[in-house]
């Protein structure tokens, strides 16, 4: 069936870069787009006017958050209770377990992947917590992502996650890394299998890869094991990395090498190589380290970063700068990594922090997030089939509807969209044909039960913080309210 969509702002896709269409058409059939532009010449089976209303690409987020929102609760403490967030060196070893049930995290991922598409995210590769696991994540919570991701129609790059240590807080209140390396091969191998039985399931949707946890919690051996893994599969590796300065220092004791330079010496830059974060690299004005060329060599190996603006704000940290980066060659992608997962509101911090950090107006200009949240995600995956709306392009696009009061004057419409509108906005969903999302509801899902169900969730995660702090405080005393609380 030949579907037409029209729209006030249509953003196309010329060969070589994102072109807005005013009062402009896009077409499609079974999967893929066939026409963006003007006039389309043949007859088509579905017309569907979308109005005062942005037609864009399907977003693309790279370090998509696949949780229960943490950032609540973990982006406001002051030193002394941040630390009573982390794991104690006694949990790591008498206490670690799964704070929850196989078909409590199975509903967590329904629930994300549901706010994923509410906030026009129509590729994901995921990133949750390891906090609540015994260990991280295991193959049959992933193989059950995969049904769920297929049953609401989400594009997703996807593996359980996997490491050989965890950040401990010691007795007297230091901070270090505790192994147990077997754990760390057994999360590979069930890695290694996970992509072996659902890469290209669900027609294509489910692509598979390999997603080792932060830098400092996997071995130089597992780092290497990864890489070789990755170049048999042929499939992409993702790793946190130059995300945390105890990061920086504690690879800097034990190796003698910058993050970088270690991944180097593993083999894992490259093309299928993707980073979230790379702030810290040397040079950066919170590090004492040299800069060394980082930027010529993400850009020469051809390794992307994946900026997450809206989580590096809530936590007090921030590339320096995305323009440079740019600059250097680097390839940016765009990643949500925190609650909302609204990479339209992420892209606008963005925006709006580079200013500061690079002292003009002109910096983190819209037109180059936008670019990143497309176009950068889709050369992170190595697909030129994603991120624009293009003829033989498979039909990914969203409608931002522009016509409430509240969205204010219209101007250009990306940076209309970064300053005046956001996820919220978003009513249509179409994913590989498929629409998944129409007039702001997803068939089949019940947002009153699952929003009470995911209170319920919040609760009990925030109720098992006390068990791992390192001085046992109570619920009460790690997250204070911001004002005195009366009731309840």
């Known amino acids: 069936m030949k579907t037409k969509v029209t729209g006030l702002f249509v953003i196309g896709y010329d060969g070589a870069d994102h072109v807005i269409y005013k009062h402009g058409e896009v077409v499609y059939e079974g999967n893929r787009i066939l026409f963006v532009g003007h006039n389309y010449p043949g007859p088509v089976d579905q017309a569907i006017d979308a109005g005062q209303a942005i037609v864009s690409p399907g977003l693309i987020d790279l370090d998509a958050l696949a949780d229960i929102d943490h950032a609540l609760i973990d982006t406001w403490q002051p030193p002394e209770l941040d630390l009573g967030l982390q794991w104690s060196e006694d949990y790591f070893l ?16 329904r629930y994300a992947l549901t706010q994923l598409l509410l906030n026009g995210i129509t590729t994901a590769m995921p990133i949750a917590a390891e906090t609540h696991k015994g260990w991280a994540e295991p193959y049959d919570e992933f193989a059950a992502v995969a049904e769920v991701a297929g049953d609401l129609g989400l594009r997703m790059y996807l593996g359980p996650s996997y490491r050989s240590g965890v950040n401990v807080v010691r007795p007297d209140g230091s901070r270090t890394v505790l192994w147990d390396e077997a754990q760390g091969l057994a999360g590979l191998d069930d890695a290694i299998r996970f992509v072996q039985d659902f890469d290209g399931a669900h027609g294509g949707l489910i692509r598979g890869c390999l997603l080792p946890c932060r830098i400092e919690t996997v071995t130089v051996d597992l780092m290497r094991r990864t890489k070789a893994a990755a170049d048999e599969l042929g499939c992409h590796v993702r790793m946190h990395c130059l995300q945390g ?76 700068s995305f323009d ?48 990143a949240a497309t176009l950068g995600g889709a050369r992170a995956l190595g697909r030129d089939d994603l991120g624009r709306l293009a003829p033989g392009a498979l039909a990914d696009l ?33 994913i590989n044909g498929r629409t998944v999302v129409r007039d702001g509801q997803i068939p089949g899902v019940d947002f009153v039960a699952l929003k009470a169900a995911g209170q319920a969730y919040f609760d009990k995660m925030k109720a098992a913080y006390p068990e791992r702090d390192y001085l046992r405080r109570p619920v009460k005393e790690l997250f204070p309210p911001s004002f005195r609380l009366i009731g309840g």
Not at 276 to 287: D, E, K, M, R
Not at 402 to 430: E, Y
Request: a neutral charge; hydrophobic letters at 40%; proline letters at 6%.
């Open 245 to 320: 300065l105890h990061e920086v220092r504690f690879l800097r004791q034990w190796y003698g090498k910058t993050p970088l330079e270690l991944l180097a010496e593993t083999g894992l830059l490259g093309p299928r190589m993707l980073i979230p974060h790379a702030i810290y690299i040397g040079g950066h004005s919170q590090t004492d380290e040299p800069y060394r060329g980082e930027l010529e060599l993400l850009a020469s190996t051809g390794t992307s970063v994946i900026h997450c603006p809206l989580t590096s704000v809530r936590y007090g940290n921030m590339l320096e």
């Open 94 to 109: 008498h206490q670690r377990h799964d704070v929850f049930s196989p078909e409590e995290e199975v509903f967590k991922r």
């Open 398 to 430: 969203i409608i931002v509807d522009l016509s409430h009061l509240r969205t204010g004057p219209i101007d250009d419409p990306i940076r209309t969209l970064l300053m005046n509108a956001g996820g919220a906005f978003v009513r249509t969903v179409v």
């Open 324 to 371: 440079r980066y740019r600059r250097a060659g680097v390839n940016i992608a765009l990643g949500s990594d925190s609650f909302p997962p609204d990479l339209i509101r992420g892209m606008d911090y963005g925006n709006n922090v580079m200013k500061l950090i690079d002292g003009q107006k002109s910096a983190g200009a819209a037109a180059d997030y936008f670019r």
